[in-house]
Protein backbone atom coordinates (compact mmCIF):
# COMPACT_ATOMS: atom_id res chain seq x y z
CA UNK A 1 0.00 0.00 0.00
CA UNK A 2 1.85 3.67 -1.15
CA UNK A 3 0.97 6.71 0.38
CA UNK A 4 1.27 10.39 -1.09
CA UNK A 5 1.60 12.67 1.99
CA UNK A 6 0.33 16.31 0.81
CA UNK A 7 1.40 18.85 3.50
CA UNK A 8 2.39 22.08 3.86
CA UNK A 9 5.98 23.21 4.38
CA UNK A 10 5.42 24.16 7.91
CA UNK A 11 5.91 20.65 8.61
CA UNK A 12 7.91 19.59 6.08
CA UNK A 13 11.29 19.47 7.32
CA UNK A 14 9.75 17.08 10.76
CA UNK A 15 7.99 15.10 8.32
CA UNK A 16 11.02 14.21 6.26
CA UNK A 17 12.96 12.69 9.22
CA UNK A 18 10.63 10.15 9.44
CA UNK A 19 11.20 6.69 8.51
CA UNK A 20 9.21 4.50 6.94
CA UNK A 21 8.79 0.66 6.37
CA UNK A 22 6.33 1.13 3.20
CA UNK A 23 6.49 3.42 0.09
CA UNK A 24 5.61 6.88 1.03
CA UNK A 25 5.98 9.81 -1.13
CA UNK A 26 6.02 13.36 -0.20
CA UNK A 27 4.67 16.66 -1.92
CA UNK A 28 4.34 20.20 -0.26
CA UNK A 29 2.41 23.25 -0.36
CA UNK A 30 3.86 27.29 0.28
CA UNK A 31 3.20 28.51 3.99
CA UNK A 32 1.91 31.27 1.79
CA UNK A 33 -1.12 29.94 1.43
CA UNK A 34 -2.48 29.75 4.73
CA UNK A 35 -3.41 33.61 4.79
CA UNK A 36 -6.05 33.17 2.16
CA UNK A 37 -7.85 29.62 2.68
CA UNK A 38 -9.92 29.79 -0.87
CA UNK A 39 -6.42 29.59 -2.23
CA UNK A 40 -5.27 26.53 -0.11
CA UNK A 41 -8.22 24.96 -0.88
CA UNK A 42 -7.65 25.51 -4.82
CA UNK A 43 -3.97 24.44 -4.07
CA UNK A 44 -5.05 21.35 -2.41
CA UNK A 45 -7.88 20.37 -5.16
CA UNK A 46 -5.43 21.16 -7.86
CA UNK A 47 -2.89 18.44 -6.30
CA UNK A 48 -5.59 16.16 -5.45
CA UNK A 49 -6.65 16.11 -9.11
CA UNK A 50 -3.38 15.18 -10.24
CA UNK A 51 -3.52 11.20 -11.65
CA UNK A 52 -1.38 9.68 -9.20
CA UNK A 53 -0.48 5.66 -8.69
CA UNK A 54 -0.82 5.85 -5.17
CA UNK A 55 -3.70 3.61 -2.57
CA UNK A 56 -3.87 6.86 0.08
CA UNK A 57 -3.25 10.50 0.68
CA UNK A 58 -2.76 11.35 3.80
CA UNK A 59 -2.63 15.70 4.24
CA UNK A 60 -0.04 17.32 6.68
CA UNK A 61 -3.30 19.93 7.06
CA UNK A 62 -5.91 20.35 9.21
CA UNK A 63 -9.33 22.34 8.80
CA UNK A 64 -6.96 25.13 8.36
CA UNK A 65 -9.49 28.33 8.56
CA UNK A 66 -11.83 26.04 6.23
CA UNK A 67 -9.22 25.66 3.60
CA UNK A 68 -10.18 22.07 3.01
CA UNK A 69 -13.82 22.27 3.17
CA UNK A 70 -14.90 20.75 0.66
CA UNK A 71 -11.99 19.15 -1.18
CA UNK A 72 -12.53 16.17 -2.70
CA UNK A 73 -9.82 13.67 -4.07
CA UNK A 74 -10.91 11.47 -7.12
CA UNK A 75 -8.10 9.14 -7.27
CA UNK A 76 -7.46 7.67 -4.01
CA UNK A 77 -8.71 8.21 -0.17
CA UNK A 78 -8.20 11.01 2.10
CA UNK A 79 -6.78 11.12 5.66
CA UNK A 80 -6.59 13.76 7.34
CA UNK A 81 -5.53 14.66 10.74
CA UNK A 82 -8.55 15.74 12.88
CA UNK A 83 -7.29 19.14 13.67
CA UNK A 84 -7.97 22.56 13.55
CA UNK A 85 -4.34 23.84 12.28
CA UNK A 86 -0.89 22.29 12.72
CA UNK A 87 -0.25 23.82 16.34
CA UNK A 88 -1.20 19.76 17.34
CA UNK A 89 0.59 18.25 15.11
CA UNK A 90 4.03 19.92 16.57
CA UNK A 91 2.93 19.40 19.94
CA UNK A 92 2.56 15.70 19.30
CA UNK A 93 -1.37 15.49 19.99
CA UNK A 94 -4.83 16.09 19.12
CA UNK A 95 -5.90 19.05 21.40
CA UNK A 96 -8.56 18.63 24.54
CA UNK A 97 -12.08 18.40 22.61
CA UNK A 98 -13.41 22.23 22.09
CA UNK A 99 -10.05 23.76 22.52
CA UNK A 100 -9.33 25.17 18.82
CA UNK A 101 -5.69 27.01 17.68
CA UNK A 102 -5.30 29.19 20.60
CA UNK A 103 -4.99 26.34 23.29
CA UNK A 104 -4.37 29.41 25.53
CA UNK A 105 -5.92 32.39 24.65
CA UNK A 106 -3.14 35.07 23.33
CA UNK A 107 -0.62 32.77 23.42
CA UNK A 108 1.25 33.36 19.45
CA UNK A 109 2.91 29.73 18.32
CA UNK A 110 6.17 29.35 16.71
CA UNK A 111 8.29 26.19 15.35
CA UNK A 112 11.25 26.20 13.09
CA UNK A 113 8.96 25.85 10.04
CA UNK A 114 7.29 28.83 11.26
CA UNK A 115 10.20 31.11 11.39
CA UNK A 116 11.02 29.80 8.10
CA UNK A 117 8.02 29.87 5.59
CA UNK A 118 6.26 32.58 3.43
CA UNK A 119 3.92 35.09 4.93
CA UNK A 120 4.89 34.25 8.62
CA UNK A 121 4.81 36.98 10.80
CA UNK A 122 9.04 36.49 11.18
CA UNK A 123 8.61 37.12 7.56
CA UNK A 124 6.44 39.81 6.89
CA UNK A 125 8.06 41.66 9.55
CA UNK A 126 11.72 41.80 8.05
CA UNK A 127 9.48 42.53 4.52
CA UNK A 128 7.86 45.28 6.32
CA UNK A 129 11.28 46.83 7.62
CA UNK A 130 12.62 46.83 4.29
CA UNK A 131 9.45 48.48 2.79
CA UNK A 132 8.49 51.11 5.49
CA UNK A 133 11.94 51.19 7.77
CA UNK A 134 12.10 50.00 10.94
CA UNK A 135 10.43 52.00 13.41
CA UNK A 136 6.63 52.01 11.05
CA UNK A 137 7.34 48.14 10.87
CA UNK A 138 7.84 47.99 14.95
CA UNK A 139 4.43 49.55 15.01
CA UNK A 140 2.85 47.47 12.49
CA UNK A 141 4.09 44.24 13.93
CA UNK A 142 3.05 45.53 17.11
CA UNK A 143 -0.81 46.03 16.41
CA UNK A 144 -0.67 42.39 14.57
CA UNK A 145 0.46 40.70 18.09
CA UNK A 146 -2.23 43.71 19.69
CA UNK A 147 -4.13 39.98 21.18
CA UNK A 148 -0.73 38.42 22.40
CA UNK A 149 0.72 38.03 25.63
CA UNK A 150 3.44 35.72 25.19
CA UNK A 151 4.86 33.57 22.47
CA UNK A 152 5.39 30.00 22.81
CA UNK A 153 8.40 28.13 20.39
CA UNK A 154 7.62 24.39 20.01
CA UNK A 155 10.79 22.31 20.13
CA UNK A 156 10.81 19.83 17.30
CA UNK A 157 13.77 18.31 15.45
CA UNK A 158 13.80 20.83 12.57
CA UNK A 159 17.48 20.94 11.46
CA UNK A 160 17.96 24.70 12.42
CA UNK A 161 16.07 24.42 15.41
CA UNK A 162 18.65 26.61 17.27
CA UNK A 163 18.95 29.06 14.93
CA UNK A 164 15.47 29.82 14.55
CA UNK A 165 14.58 29.56 17.90
CA UNK A 166 16.89 32.81 18.46
CA UNK A 167 15.03 34.51 15.54
CA UNK A 168 11.89 33.79 17.48
CA UNK A 169 13.77 35.24 20.34
CA UNK A 170 14.87 38.31 18.64
CA UNK A 171 11.63 38.86 17.54
CA UNK A 172 9.55 38.49 21.16
CA UNK A 173 12.22 41.05 22.01
CA UNK A 174 11.55 43.42 19.06
CA UNK A 175 7.96 43.92 20.61
CA UNK A 176 8.67 43.42 24.32
CA UNK A 177 6.98 39.63 24.77
CA UNK A 178 7.78 36.99 26.34
CA UNK A 179 9.10 33.95 24.46
CA UNK A 180 8.56 30.06 26.60
CA UNK A 181 9.53 27.42 24.77
CA UNK A 182 7.69 23.83 24.63
CA UNK A 183 9.15 20.53 23.68
CA UNK A 184 7.17 18.89 20.29
CA UNK A 185 6.49 15.61 20.13
CA UNK A 186 6.91 13.56 16.46
CA UNK A 187 4.20 10.86 18.24
CA UNK A 188 1.19 12.63 15.95
CA UNK A 189 3.59 13.13 12.51
CA UNK A 190 4.33 9.61 12.57
CA UNK A 191 1.03 8.35 12.68
CA UNK A 192 0.35 10.81 10.08
CA UNK A 193 2.78 9.12 7.80
CA UNK A 194 3.08 5.20 9.03
CA UNK A 195 -0.56 5.10 10.93
CA UNK A 196 -2.49 3.93 12.74
CA UNK A 197 -5.19 6.42 11.22
CA UNK A 198 -7.56 5.80 13.92
CA UNK A 199 -10.34 7.70 14.01
CA UNK A 200 -9.98 9.81 17.22
CA UNK A 201 -6.75 11.28 15.32
CA UNK A 202 -7.75 11.24 11.77
CA UNK A 203 -11.08 11.95 9.46
CA UNK A 204 -11.18 9.77 6.59
CA UNK A 205 -12.92 10.82 3.35
CA UNK A 206 -13.69 8.00 0.80
CA UNK A 207 -12.60 9.30 -3.24
CA UNK A 208 -14.81 11.60 -4.46
CA UNK A 209 -16.58 12.69 -1.45
CA UNK A 210 -16.22 16.23 -0.12
CA UNK A 211 -14.35 17.12 3.38
CA UNK A 212 -17.36 18.05 5.83
CA UNK A 213 -15.85 20.66 8.17
CA UNK A 214 -18.09 19.35 10.77
CA UNK A 215 -16.02 16.24 11.20
CA UNK A 216 -13.17 18.84 12.37
CA UNK A 217 -15.56 19.99 15.29
CA UNK A 218 -16.42 16.95 16.87
CA UNK A 219 -15.71 16.24 20.33
CA UNK A 220 -16.23 13.02 20.41
CA UNK A 221 -14.45 10.30 18.61
CA UNK A 222 -16.15 8.02 15.43
CA UNK A 223 -16.59 4.67 14.53
CA UNK A 224 -13.63 4.01 12.00
CA UNK A 225 -15.02 3.45 8.48
CA UNK A 226 -13.74 1.16 5.79
CA UNK A 227 -10.79 3.14 4.48
CA UNK A 228 -9.34 3.02 8.09
CA UNK A 229 -6.26 0.39 8.43
CA UNK A 230 -6.64 -2.92 9.32
CA UNK B 1 -6.49 73.50 -15.78
CA UNK B 2 -10.13 74.10 -15.28
CA UNK B 3 -11.39 74.37 -11.83
CA UNK B 4 -12.85 70.68 -12.48
CA UNK B 5 -9.78 69.31 -13.86
CA UNK B 6 -7.53 70.83 -10.71
CA UNK B 7 -10.17 69.38 -8.13
CA UNK B 8 -10.35 65.93 -10.17
CA UNK B 9 -6.58 65.89 -10.06
CA UNK B 10 -6.58 66.60 -6.36
CA UNK B 11 -9.33 63.35 -5.71
CA UNK B 12 -6.77 61.43 -7.70
CA UNK B 13 -3.82 62.20 -5.51
CA UNK B 14 -5.50 61.62 -2.18
CA UNK B 15 -6.46 57.87 -3.76
CA UNK B 16 -2.86 57.49 -4.80
CA UNK B 17 -1.30 59.06 -1.29
CA UNK B 18 -3.35 55.87 -0.22
CA UNK B 19 -2.18 53.48 -1.96
CA UNK B 20 1.57 54.72 -1.86
CA UNK B 21 1.09 54.41 1.77
CA UNK B 22 2.47 57.56 2.56
CA UNK B 23 1.11 59.59 5.46
CA UNK B 24 2.19 62.52 4.37
CA UNK B 25 1.19 62.68 0.86
CA UNK B 26 -2.03 62.15 1.88
CA UNK B 27 -2.13 65.30 5.05
CA UNK B 28 -1.05 66.85 1.38
CA UNK B 29 -3.07 66.03 -0.69
CA UNK B 30 -6.12 66.86 1.85
CA UNK B 31 -4.65 70.35 2.44
CA UNK B 32 -4.66 70.77 -1.09
CA UNK B 33 -8.45 69.28 -1.66
CA UNK B 34 -9.45 72.26 0.60
CA UNK B 35 -7.31 74.78 -0.94
CA UNK B 36 -8.65 73.62 -3.94
CA UNK B 37 -12.14 73.75 -2.55
CA UNK B 38 -12.81 70.26 -3.16
CA UNK B 39 -16.16 69.76 -0.95
CA UNK B 40 -14.48 67.86 1.99
CA UNK B 41 -16.59 65.49 2.05
CA UNK B 42 -16.05 64.70 -1.77
CA UNK B 43 -12.76 64.41 -0.98
CA UNK B 44 -13.20 61.55 1.56
CA UNK B 45 -15.52 59.32 -0.06
CA UNK B 46 -13.97 59.79 -3.86
CA UNK B 47 -10.38 60.62 -3.08
CA UNK B 48 -9.24 58.59 0.39
CA UNK B 49 -11.70 55.88 0.60
CA UNK B 50 -11.29 54.84 -3.17
CA UNK B 51 -7.69 54.44 -2.32
CA UNK B 52 -8.20 52.20 0.51
CA UNK B 53 -10.63 50.30 -2.19
CA UNK B 54 -8.06 50.12 -4.59
CA UNK B 55 -5.43 49.18 -1.44
CA UNK B 56 -7.76 46.51 -1.05
CA UNK B 57 -8.08 45.06 -4.21
CA UNK B 58 -4.40 44.82 -4.14
CA UNK B 59 -4.44 42.82 -0.94
CA UNK B 60 -6.88 40.22 -2.92
CA UNK B 61 -4.53 40.00 -5.59
CA UNK B 62 -1.75 39.70 -3.08
CA UNK B 63 0.39 42.71 -4.29
CA UNK B 64 -0.51 44.05 -0.74
CA UNK B 65 -0.21 42.03 2.45
CA UNK B 66 -1.46 42.77 5.70
CA UNK B 67 1.32 45.21 6.99
CA UNK B 68 0.19 47.18 3.79
CA UNK B 69 -3.17 47.47 4.81
CA UNK B 70 -1.83 48.73 8.19
CA UNK B 71 -0.37 51.15 6.85
CA UNK B 72 -2.61 52.09 3.99
CA UNK B 73 -5.32 53.17 6.46
CA UNK B 74 -2.74 55.25 8.76
CA UNK B 75 -2.68 57.09 5.66
CA UNK B 76 -6.68 57.59 4.88
CA UNK B 77 -6.59 58.52 9.39
CA UNK B 78 -4.11 61.00 8.52
CA UNK B 79 -6.01 62.77 5.49
CA UNK B 80 -9.66 62.46 7.43
CA UNK B 81 -7.98 64.44 10.04
CA UNK B 82 -7.78 67.36 7.94
CA UNK B 83 -10.64 66.60 5.86
CA UNK B 84 -13.34 65.58 8.40
CA UNK B 85 -12.80 69.01 10.59
CA UNK B 86 -14.28 71.00 7.33
CA UNK B 87 -17.33 69.01 6.53
CA UNK B 88 -20.42 71.18 6.65
CA UNK B 89 -22.85 70.34 9.66
CA UNK B 90 -25.71 69.44 7.64
CA UNK B 91 -23.65 66.52 6.07
CA UNK B 92 -22.29 65.15 9.44
CA UNK B 93 -25.41 62.89 10.36
CA UNK B 94 -24.65 59.92 11.26
CA UNK B 95 -25.69 57.18 9.20
CA UNK B 96 -26.23 54.32 11.10
CA UNK B 97 -25.11 53.16 14.52
CA UNK B 98 -22.21 49.76 14.19
CA UNK B 99 -21.86 47.61 17.33
CA UNK B 100 -18.47 45.50 15.88
CA UNK B 101 -15.78 42.74 18.17
CA UNK B 102 -14.04 39.91 17.61
CA UNK B 103 -16.15 36.83 19.01
CA UNK B 104 -15.31 35.18 22.36
CA UNK B 105 -12.61 32.97 22.08
CA UNK B 106 -10.58 34.52 19.70
CA UNK B 107 -8.46 38.04 19.83
CA UNK B 108 -7.29 38.07 15.81
CA UNK B 109 -8.69 41.75 15.52
CA UNK B 110 -6.74 43.22 12.66
CA UNK B 111 -9.81 42.75 10.27
CA UNK B 112 -12.06 44.06 12.44
CA UNK B 113 -9.87 47.58 12.83
CA UNK B 114 -10.58 48.08 9.04
CA UNK B 115 -13.53 47.68 9.21
CA UNK B 116 -14.13 50.01 12.04
CA UNK B 117 -11.86 52.45 10.09
CA UNK B 118 -13.62 52.47 7.49
CA UNK B 119 -17.45 52.59 8.47
CA UNK B 120 -16.00 55.01 10.79
CA UNK B 121 -14.74 57.19 7.63
CA UNK B 122 -17.93 57.15 6.29
CA UNK B 123 -19.48 58.75 8.89
CA UNK B 124 -20.93 55.70 10.93
CA UNK B 125 -21.19 55.88 14.84
CA UNK B 126 -19.07 52.63 15.54
CA UNK B 127 -19.40 51.35 19.31
CA UNK B 128 -15.86 48.57 18.87
CA UNK B 129 -16.22 45.66 21.55
CA UNK B 130 -12.13 44.98 20.80
CA UNK B 131 -11.73 41.20 20.73
CA UNK B 132 -12.71 38.04 22.54
CA UNK B 133 -16.47 39.46 23.39
CA UNK B 134 -19.10 37.03 24.96
CA UNK B 135 -22.52 37.00 22.79
CA UNK B 136 -24.00 38.92 25.43
CA UNK B 137 -22.02 42.02 25.49
CA UNK B 138 -23.02 42.25 21.83
CA UNK B 139 -26.52 42.09 22.46
CA UNK B 140 -26.25 44.20 25.70
CA UNK B 141 -24.23 46.99 24.03
CA UNK B 142 -26.69 46.86 21.26
CA UNK B 143 -29.80 47.36 23.03
CA UNK B 144 -27.52 50.41 25.11
CA UNK B 145 -26.84 52.32 22.24
CA UNK B 146 -29.93 51.50 19.92
CA UNK B 147 -27.57 49.99 17.79
CA UNK B 148 -28.84 49.07 13.81
CA UNK B 149 -26.26 46.77 13.02
CA UNK B 150 -24.27 44.39 15.15
CA UNK B 151 -20.64 43.24 13.47
CA UNK B 152 -19.23 39.94 14.37
CA UNK B 153 -15.18 38.82 13.19
CA UNK B 154 -13.36 35.74 13.67
CA UNK B 155 -10.18 34.44 12.06
CA UNK B 156 -10.57 30.89 13.30
CA UNK B 157 -12.79 28.14 12.31
CA UNK B 158 -13.10 27.25 16.88
CA UNK B 159 -14.81 29.91 17.41
CA UNK B 160 -17.23 31.01 14.43
CA UNK B 161 -19.57 28.79 16.66
CA UNK B 162 -20.09 32.51 18.87
CA UNK B 163 -21.46 34.04 15.51
CA UNK B 164 -23.87 31.87 15.82
CA UNK B 165 -24.70 31.75 19.76
CA UNK B 166 -24.78 35.71 19.16
CA UNK B 167 -27.56 35.29 16.64
CA UNK B 168 -29.37 33.01 19.07
CA UNK B 169 -29.21 34.70 21.46
CA UNK B 170 -30.84 37.89 20.25
CA UNK B 171 -33.54 35.48 19.31
CA UNK B 172 -33.69 34.01 22.72
CA UNK B 173 -34.21 37.56 24.35
CA UNK B 174 -36.38 38.73 21.16
CA UNK B 175 -34.59 41.35 19.90
CA UNK B 176 -33.36 39.65 16.57
CA UNK B 177 -35.61 41.65 14.36
CA UNK B 178 -34.50 44.87 16.10
CA UNK B 179 -30.66 44.34 14.84
CA UNK B 180 -29.10 43.70 11.63
CA UNK B 181 -26.33 40.94 12.00
CA UNK B 182 -23.24 40.96 9.98
CA UNK B 183 -20.06 38.59 10.00
CA UNK B 184 -16.83 38.34 8.19
CA UNK B 185 -13.84 36.69 8.56
CA UNK B 186 -11.29 34.43 6.54
CA UNK B 187 -13.01 30.85 7.21
CA UNK B 188 -16.70 32.18 6.61
CA UNK B 189 -18.88 31.81 3.60
CA UNK B 190 -21.98 33.35 2.59
CA UNK B 191 -23.46 29.76 3.26
CA UNK B 192 -21.93 29.60 7.00
CA UNK B 193 -23.87 33.44 7.32
CA UNK B 194 -27.04 32.19 5.76
CA UNK B 195 -26.86 29.05 7.91
CA UNK B 196 -26.76 31.00 11.05
CA UNK B 197 -29.75 33.41 10.00
CA UNK B 198 -26.78 36.38 9.62
CA UNK B 199 -28.48 39.08 7.83
CA UNK B 200 -25.42 39.80 5.88
CA UNK B 201 -21.86 38.84 4.85
CA UNK B 202 -18.80 40.33 3.39
CA UNK B 203 -15.27 38.96 2.01
CA UNK B 204 -13.35 41.97 2.97
CA UNK B 205 -13.64 45.23 4.67
CA UNK B 206 -14.54 47.86 2.12
CA UNK B 207 -17.41 45.07 1.23
CA UNK B 208 -18.86 44.97 4.56
CA UNK B 209 -18.49 48.63 5.00
CA UNK B 210 -20.76 48.84 1.48
CA UNK B 211 -22.98 46.03 3.15
CA UNK B 212 -23.88 48.12 6.33
CA UNK B 213 -24.76 51.39 4.40
CA UNK B 214 -26.62 48.76 1.96
CA UNK B 215 -28.60 47.41 5.25
CA UNK B 216 -29.26 50.59 6.84
CA UNK B 217 -30.93 51.65 3.85
CA UNK B 218 -33.28 48.97 3.34
CA UNK B 219 -34.29 48.93 6.57
CA UNK B 220 -34.12 52.26 8.52
CA UNK B 221 -33.87 52.32 12.12
CA UNK B 222 -36.97 52.46 14.47
CA UNK B 223 -36.58 55.07 17.07
CA UNK B 224 -36.55 53.41 20.46
Not at chain 2, 100 to 128: A, C, M, P, S, Y
Request: hydrophobic share 45%.
Amino acid sequence: MSTLVLACEVVREELLRIRSAAPVSFAFLSMGLHVAPDRLRAAIAAELERPREVDRIVLGFGLCGNAIAGVRSPHAPLIIPRVHDCIPLLAGAPPPPGAGPLHERGTFYLSGGWMEGERTLYSEHRRSVARFGEQKALRVLSTMLGGYHRFLFIRTDHPRRELRERDAGQLAAWVGLPLDTVDGSRTYLEALVNGPWDAARFVHVARGVPVSPEAFTRTTSVPCRAACPP
Amino acid sequence: MTNTSLQQAVLTELADAVVALDEARAVDAAHEALNESVDPYTAIESGLLVGMSRAGQLFEEQEYFVPELLVASDALYAGLGVLRPHIAADRLDVPGKVVIGVVEGDTHDVGKNLVRIILQTKGFEVHDLGRDVPPSRFVDKAVEVGADVIALSTLMTTTMVNMDETVKLLAKRDLRDRFQVIVGGSPLSKAYADRIGADGYSKDAIGAADLVKRLVQQAPRVAT
